[in-house]
């Protein structure tokens, strides 16, 4: 059969159009919207990085100045401050513990003892090598609900015998 | 009326496509012109790295643009090595030498063409050197804030 009465074909024809249109926008948009979360996640996770990096180099630059600052600690958490020209370690009896950084990140510098096992090296347990201290490094932050984290871990020791 | 239709809704189409392409590659030339700073940046405090590797002392000048370092030199014991850093007239200068610090005359730059500093600031704190280094690059800039240690003699 032949539909000859065309009325209301642009009318269908318009919506059909706008209709594509709405699909075409939200796709670009969500697309748009999604690489910015990438980006935003990519830049907190990088910020964390050198968070941690910096308490790091922190502790190093400790222990080059005078091994018994850290290592005569008790194991535990840690805030490393600065007093003078010089960093300090103080007691992080925080609860939850950590380091506000930024209102986004929180920062745990954790010192505990170095144990080497028979054949001296380096182990979880065994006994302790007074010379050798173990930091861990933990920076989380929230993204979208989850909780995400960078930790660095590192051992430094007293070389110079200061 | 139909093809006047038609025509009005290509010409939204084609508006938001060409307003969409000018904002982005806005948005790349802006976000380029971040990159090469932080790239700068980056490639300068590496440098300041290696610098440090083997240094056993740093002296900052008091206004804080001014690091000095002193490195063992294994090769040659009784002639240390001597690496200045220095930001004056919006760039950050390198230079190194024996014994003594380099002239100024002797330095060089390190931040690349284009890429403006603004500012840099040395702090010697413990054994570790503190760098704030900002670039800027027409609308965009970066700040980088960085620690260093290195071995105390």
Redesign the interface.
């Known amino acids: 059969m032949r539909i000859k009465d065309n009325q209301g074909s ?1 009318l269908i ?2 919506m059909v ?2 209709a594509l ?1 709405v699909v075409f ?1 939200v796709a ?1 948009g969500s697309f748009a919207a999604a690489n910015n979360r990438v980006i935003a996640s990519a830049k907190m996770e990088s910020l964390a990085a ?1 968070f941690a990096k ?1 308490s790091m ?2 502790a ?6 005078s091994w018994p600052s850290i290592g005569s600690v008790l194991p535990g958490n840690y805030i490393i401050g ?1 007093s003078g ?3 300090v370690l103080q007691s992080d009896a925080g609860m939850p513990p950590g380091e506000k950084i930024e209102g986004a990140f929180t920062r745990i510098v954790s010192i505990s003892k170095a144990f080497r096992d028979g054949s001296g090296n380096l182990a979880a347990s065994g006994a302790e090598d007074p010379a050798v201290r173990r930091i861990v490094v933990t920076v989380t932050w929230q993204d979208h609900g989850l909780t995400k984290k960078v930790q660095l871990a590192s051992y430094v020791t007293n070389w110079k015998g200061q | 009326m139909e093809l006047l239709v038609y025509l009005g809704i290509s010409s939204m189409v084609m508006l938001g496509s060409t307003l969409f392409l000018v904002q982005t590659t806005k948005i790349r030339l802006s976000s380029d012109n971040q990159k090469l700073t932080q790239h700068s940046s980056r490639l300068a405090l590496e440098k300041m790295t290696l610098s440090l590797r083997n240094a056993y002392d740093v002296v900052v000048s008091a206004d804080g643009t001014r690091a000095t370092i002193y490195s063992y030199n294994f090769n040659d014991p009784g002639r240390p090595i001597v690496s200045v850093y220095c930001g004056r007239d919006g760039q950050l200068w390198y230079g190194q030498s024996f014994v003594i610090p380099p002239d100024d005359g002797a330095l060089s730059p390190v931040i690349e063409a284009g890429v403006k500093v603004s500012t840099v600031q040395f702090n010697k704190v413990s054994a570790s050197l503190h760098v704030r280094l900002n670039t800027v690059k027409n609308d965009r800039e970066s700040s980088i804030e960085s620690t260093i240690a290195f071995r105390q003699k």
């Open positions: 642009l024809e318009v159009s706008v249109l926008a670009i050198a910096e180099e922190q190093f630059a400790i222990k080059e100045q600065q020209n010089s960093y």
